[in-house]
């Protein structure tokens, strides 16, 4: 069975650096295909696609935000880290880290972490 | 990019009859070499994670109802639902995966 969790602080002021950690079981990083996306998705709004790492240490970005985001990767530790610089309100939103399953769709999400922008 | 929208933004039905949502690509999703169009739908039920329902735009996941279908290739799909049971209640949204992966903005489908 595989299941993702979200980690990372709940608030953030502007301009500061955000850090989240996904935590993952049911799969491993290093196996052909498999990959772990983060999605964001700001209150009553749709869902954005932000980032994915690959088994291969292949890296994604989302066009529009690509010089703020860093995604890497710990398979020893199952774990999935993205950073994001210069936070600001807008930013406001439920995070997600999902599966990215060898047929390239997002099988398995996790709960969601909701990161609010404030000063 | 390639854009995703759908239609239409929300929807009501009344239980048992046909609910039925667009979503059209800014450009073809159908990838020539194997004839798959890489578009897929997702449920999200209000204060939980999206769940994958169809992938390859008609390939439903194990364990979805076979009320729901999907249909469409190259910009155009479509996501039927055949009759409509309470628990289908939610906002649905389709997904490009042929370049990177965008979301269309969701479609609210609400009983009438």
């Known amino acids: 069975q595989i299941t993702l969790m979200e980690s990372g602080p709940t608030l953030a002021k502007p301009t500061q650096t955000l850090t989240l950690t996904c935590t993952f079981s049911?799969?491993?990083?290093?196996?052909?295909?498999?990959?772990v996306a983060w999605i964001r998705q700001p209150p009553g709004r749709a869902l954005e696609w932000l980032a994915l790492?690959?088994?291969?240490?292949?890296?994604r970005y989302s066009p529009s935000l690509k010089s703020r985001l860093t995604i890497t990767k710990d398979t020893s530790k199952k774990q999935v880290v993205l950073t994001m610089t210069n936070m600001d309100p807008v930013d406001t939103a439920t995070y997600y880290c999902?599966?990215?399953?060898?047929?390239?769709?997002?099988?398995?999400w996790g709960q969601g972490t909701l990161v609010t922008v404030s000063s | 990019d390639i854009a995703m929208i759908q239609s239409p933004d929300s929807l009501a039905v009344s239980l048992g009859e046909r609910a039925t949502i667009n979503c059209k690509s800014s450009?073809?999703?159908?990838?020539?070499?194997?004839?798959?169009?890489?578009l897929a739908w997702y449920q999200q039920k209000p204060g939980q994670p999206p769940k994958l329902l169809i992938s390859?735009?008609?390939t439903r996941e194990s364990g979805v109802p076979d009320r729901f279908s999907g249909s469409g290739s190259g910009t155009d799909f479509t996501l039927t639902i055949s009759s409509l049971q309470a628990e289908d209640v939610a906002v649905y949204y389709c997904?490009?995966?042929?370049?990177?992966?965008?979301f269309g903005q969701g479609t609210k489908v609400e009983i009438k």
């Open positions: 999902a599966y990215r399953s060898p047929s390239l769709v997002f099988g398995c």
């Open positions: 450009q073809s999703v159908l990838y020539m070499s194997n004839n798959k169009n890489y």
């Open positions: 997904q490009q995966y042929y370049s990177s992966w965008t």
């Open positions: 049911g799969f491993s990083l290093t196996s052909s295909g498999m990959g």
């Open positions: 790492i690959a088994w291969n240490d292949e890296t």
């Open positions: 390859w735009a008609s």
